[in-house]
């Protein structure tokens, strides 16, 4: 069983740049790929980027150039750094296994970008 917990959202300028952590605990060994999501109010949660244990990453188009995605096994937490903010990154960000079992999902760590 493995639990994630998000933090370090907040409200940023266009342009502008936040990290995002993620924290497993649990049985963190049984983890072999990681990923953030975002949902957006009246629309589907979307995969942003994903990392697996060997470090292998995946980015959605939407992201790829501006963000990037890392994890620290010593720590068991995952980061997402965003650069470049657009007005369209808004969302509430959540952390999750891409691959079955899933965890439960977490109230995630919202980002709003202002115009």
């Known amino acids: 069983q493995v639990q994630f917990v998000e933090s370090g959202g907040g409200l940023v300028q266009a342009g502008g740049s936040l990290r995002l952590s993620c924290a497993a605990s649990?049985?963190?060994?049984?983890?072999?790929?990681m990923a953030w999501y975002r949902q957006v109010p009246g629309k589907q949660r979307e995969l942003v980027a994903s990392?697996?244990?060997?470090?292998?990453?995946n980015y959605s188009g939407s992201v790829k150039g501006r963000f990037t995605i890392s994890r620290d096994d010593y720590k068991s937490t995952m980061y997402l750094q965003m650069n470049s903010l657009k007005r369209e990154d808004t969302a509430v960000y959540y952390c999750?296994?891409?691959?079955?079992?899933?965890?439960?999902w977490g109230p995630g760590t919202q980002v709003i970008v202002s115009s």
């Open positions: 999750n296994q891409p691959v079955a079992p899933f965890a439960s």
């Open positions: 649990g049985s963190t060994f049984s983890i072999n790929v």
């Open positions: 990392i697996s244990r060997v470090g292998s990453t």
